[in-house]
């Protein structure tokens, strides 16, 4: 049987949310300093989202080289949710189509799950799942407590 409960918290954000020492694992391995790049796979609109929260996140201690291919997937998860949004907006939210077949030709009366839904449910649950994982929802966000006005380095608890 595998792990059960939520899965924990990173180091880093048990230190910002003002958890006990004594839930703190003080011996966890910490990724060496190293230069954080954009994927060179991620699409452009999910490379703006990127430049826009990752400088944030790595000087709060949350992303590190080693949590780069996770970050890039919610990235990447929030672009499709995105783009899945435009394109049932552009087909009037519609949650049902009809079925074509590959010639385009309509296949009777029945309707199929309008294919950008299933696009945007699965994205949404990546960037759920990806975003909880970086303080990024809302209550993990509620949660948080930065002393010092936010300048504090959670990092040097690490060290102590």
């Given at each position: 049987?595998?792990?059960?409960?939520?899965?924990?918290?990173?180091?880093?954000?048990?230190?910002?949310?003002?958890d006990?020492?004594?839930?703190?694992?003080?011996?966890?391995?910490v990724?060496?300093?190293?230069?954080?790049?954009?994927?060179?796979?991620?699409?452009?609109?999910?490379?703006?989202?990127?430049?826009?929260?990752?400088?944030?996140?790595?000087?709060?201690?949350?992303?590190?080289?080693?949590?780069v291919?996770?970050?890039?997937?919610?990235?990447?998860a929030?672009?499709?949710?995105?783009?899945?949004?435009?394109?049932?907006?552009?087909?009037?939210?519609?949650?049902?189509?009809?079925?074509?077949?590959?010639?385009?030709?309509?296949?009777?009366?029945?309707?199929?799950?309008?294919?950008?839904?299933?696009?945007?449910?699965?994205?949404?649950?990546?960037?759920?799942?990806?975003?909880?994982?970086?303080?990024?929802?809302?209550?993990?966000?509620?949660?948080?407590?930065?002393?010092g006005?936010?300048?504090?380095?959670?990092?040097?608890?690490?060290?102590?």
């Amino acid at each position: 049987m595998g792990k059960r409960g939520p899965a924990p918290k990173p180091t880093n954000l048990r230190l910002l949310h003002g958890d006990r020492k004594d839930r703190i694992n003080d011996a966890e391995p910490v990724p060496a300093a190293a230069d954080i790049k954009i994927p060179t796979w991620l699409p452009a609109k999910a490379r703006a989202l990127w430049r826009q929260l990752a400088p944030d996140l790595q000087a709060k201690g949350v992303l590190t080289p080693w949590d780069v291919e996770a970050f890039a997937i919610f990235c990447d998860a929030a672009d499709r949710r995105r783009r899945a949004v435009k394109e049932l907006a552009a087909h009037g939210e519609v949650h049902r189509v009809p079925i074509v077949d590959p010639l385009g030709n309509v296949l009777g009366h029945r309707l199929q799950k309008n294919p950008w839904t299933l696009v945007l449910n699965e994205a949404d649950a990546q960037v759920q799942r990806y975003g909880a994982r970086f303080g990024l929802t809302p209550s993990d966000r509620s949660q948080l407590r930065i002393g010092g006005g936010g300048h504090r380095d959670p990092t040097e608890d690490l060290l102590t």
